[in-house]
């Protein structure tokens, strides 16, 4: 690696930490501040944020080497989460963010779901509570394996020295600016993802000569390349669009929406997200398809092709431009590490030592536990992550689908019909994510098909059933409904 590369992404490190500096001094007063930023978050902001957090490196590595090596039809995948995406915009952001403010200013998910549904025994809590913390763990566990995993790879440096670095930087900036420097280093990441899919394509089909010349390239290699149904199947596209069903349930792209400074500003943060998605995920693509054609045409082959982007990378550019599009790689995984990392301390902080342990807590006593609970959650994480367990890695590749079908149903029904009831979403959220688990450890001949789609569905129906025959009968539940409906109709 050259030094100029070292030189990029040493920049880019101690940028994220500088802002986890300044955030400091703007998030060290209340839990609140820290958590959620004070419901102060600009349009702008909220849809990088959103949108870097959910993106991890499979947007530069794992969706550039699939359409490399299967073409068109591996598209699916990025075409239902940007329709999901833009769903959850329209459906679940303006009522969530009003609602979860009329709400008790609830400041996580599960106490939103606590508040919205006034369970006194706090059960619904406690569940969500588990079902985040457990999942969430493994889930940044993974990403700081990813990160490891990264530097050895594409920076040809130890793993356990990859993972370390990765997991300090992101913790420290966390830990110091909470909810604030974790929206602004996604905004910043999220540009320099945005930027390098953009110009990584470009500058290829430059070499390549021209789009027709890069298109007759592509179909020389194999005319499946541009077939968008090639190769998979009618169950296959299901399963690949379903993933879209999944943002109704993520927490850490939920609590963006929370976080906006009015409702009336998510119209532009929907605009600016599904912008940025599109060209991300497009760049993400063209990526793959014009590697086929620049290979072609040079009579060269890749032995990894994940690592397309990086090849791209360091091939065609000056080493300080590669350093910083190799960033963009580092900013996809640290993005997502850094939001499921403040999920699962603010579940700690909020949803187990506030309701349980010291009701009558401090601003500041619970902004010191937020704190040790990014510091409680990072060790563990870590401790996974220095001897990475197939198993666990494996059981989050279903976090998406089980977060997904847990909360993605209950979410949709408590925000769109007043009639769900508290046993009816409790039971929603236990199947929901029952059925992921059953659906990925029982043998069966219906593997094909991605857990989320029957897990969501029947999540879904049995909410409805329930609901119908426990109602909650509550005339609190109905008077905000009233309220939230109207502060829709006048600011959104």
Known sequence: MDTLEYVSIGIYLLMMIAIGVYSYRKSNQSSEDFLIGGRKMGALVTALSAGA???????????????????????????????????????????????????????????????????????????????????????????????????????????????????????????????????????VQGTIMVLALILVPIVVVSEIGSVSETIDFIKQDDLTNLS???????????????????????????????????????????????????????????????????????????????TIFIYFSRVLFHPLIAGFLLSAILAAVMSTISSQLLVTSSS?????????????ASDKTLLLVSRISVLIVSIIALILALFPNDSILNLVGYAWAGFGSAFGPVMLLALLWKGTSKIGALVGIIFGGLIVLLWMILEHPYKDLYAMIPAFLISFVLILIFSKLFPDHNSEIENEFEQVDSIIENEY
């Open 228 to 306: 968008w149904f090639q190769g998979t199947s009618f169950v296959s596209i299901i399963s690949l669009i379903a993933w879209g069903l999944g943002y109704f349930g993520q927490p850490h792209i939920l609590v963006r929406f929370m976080a906006i400074d009015k409702v009336s500003e998510l119209k532009k943060a929907r605009n600016f997200g599904i912008t940025w998605m599109i060209f991300c995920v497009g760049g993400a693509m063209l990526i793959g398809l014009v590697g086929i054609a620049y290979m072609t045409k040079n009579n060269q082959t890749i032995a990894d092709p994940e």
């Open 348 to 360: 700690m902080t909020e949803d187990f030592y506030h309701a349980f342990l010291n009701k009558k």
């Open 53 to 187: 957090a959910d993106m991890s490196g499979w947007l530069l590595m794992g969706l550039p080497g699939a359409m490399y090596v299967v073409g068109l039809s591996s598209s699916w995948l990025a075409i239902g989460l940007t329709i999901g995406a833009f769903f959850n915009y329209i459906l679940v952001a303006p009522r969530l963010r009003v609602y979860s403010e009329v709400a008790q200013n609830s400041i996580t998910i599960p106490i939103f779901f606590e508040n919205r549904f006034k369970d006194k025994s706090h059960v619904l809590k406690l569940v969500s509570s588990i079902i985040i913390l457990v999942f969430f763990t493994l889930y940044t566990s993974s990403g700081m394996v990813a990160g490891g995993k990264l530097f050895e790879s594409a920076f040809g440096l130890d793993y356990h020295f990859g993972l370390i670095l990765t997991s300090l930087v992101v913790v420290l900036y966390t830990f110091l600016g909470g909810f604030l420097a974790v929206s602004l280093t996604d905004f």
